[in-house]
């Protein structure tokens, strides 16, 4: 039951920081949406924070598995790095409280060591991953574009989270996708 428990936890978490937009939930709360008592949301992660960084690995987990999944598909530097930016705002990545939680994690990251070394992996990661295949199509240039592009990114998620409307993932990945084009000397499409 345990692993029920947590993952209905990490969910509860991810509802909860959405319907209030912040991190203004607390434990009593999110616990009463997975069904369990506050007591055993203590006991199996300790305070808000540690469900927060919970729920946070929990996106980052379905957001690089779908990356994985849109890498497979793709041949070519080109298509790859598509892949990735539209896996940044497909399906489970870009909805509402998933937006609000990455908010509250910035947030987070500010003042919790653990937050913060999580997001820190989660750039390096991007970065990364957008270096890689940008290396063959702009040479030295590969690590300012990624870094760029990834600060678009996340630009988007945290306008979003601010109440720029109704998620719109092609649109959002369609603003990328021109930069990618403008940065790589193409005509916008």
Same mark, same amino acid.
């Given at each position: 039951?345990e692993?029920?428990?947590?993952?209905?936890?990490?969910?509860?978490?991810?509802?909860?920081?959405?319907?209030a937009?912040?991190? $203004?939930?607390?434990?009593?709360?999110?616990?009463?949406?997975?069904?369990?008592?506050?007591?055993?949301?203590?006991h199996?992660?300790?305070?808000?924070? $540690?469900?927060?960084?919970?729920?946070?690995?929990?996106?980052?987990?379905?957001y690089?598995? $779908?990356?994985?999944?849109?890498?497979?598909?793709?041949?070519?530097?080109?298509a790859?790095?598509?892949?990735?930016?539209?896996?940044?705002?497909?399906g489970?990545?870009? /909805?509402?409280?998933v937006?609000?939680?990455?908010l509250?994690?910035?947030?987070?990251?500010?003042?919790?060591?653990?937050a913060?070394?999580?997001?820190?992996?989660?750039?390096?990661?991007l970065?990364?991953?957008?270096?890689h295949?940008? /290396?063959?199509l702009?040479?030295?240039?590969?690590?300012?574009v990624?870094?760029?592009?990834?600060a678009?990114?996340?630009?988007?998620?945290?306008?979003?989270?601010?109440?720029?409307?109704a998620? $719109? #993932?092609?649109?959002?990945a369609?603003?990328?996708?021109?930069?990618?084009?403008?940065?790589?000397?193409? #005509?916008l499409?």
């Open positions: 039951m692993p029920i428990r947590r993952e209905a936890l990490v969910k509860a978490t991810i509802e909860e920081i959405g319907a937009g912040s991190l $203004d939930v607390t434990v009593a709360r999110i616990a009463r949406r997975a069904g369990v008592s506050s007591a055993l949301a203590h199996y992660f300790g305070g808000k924070d $540690d469900i927060l960084l919970a729920a946070m690995r929990h996106i980052l987990t379905v690089a598995r $779908d990356v994985r999944a849109a890498l497979r598909g793709a041949e070519g530097p080109r790859r790095l598509e892949a990735v930016i539209v896996a940044s705002f497909a489970q990545n870009f /909805r509402p409280e937006i609000s939680t990455w509250g994690f910035y947030v987070l990251a500010q003042r919790a060591p653990r913060s070394r999580l997001l820190h992996i989660y750039q390096r990661r970065h990364a991953n957008l270096s295949d940008l /290396r063959a702009v040479g030295a240039r590969a690590g300012a990624a870094s760029r592009l990834a678009l990114i996340d630009g988007i998620y945290l306008r979003q989270s601010l109440g720029a409307g998620p $719109d #993932p092609e649109t959002s369609h603003h990328v996708l021109q930069a990618l084009a403008a940065e790589l000397r193409e #005509p499409r």
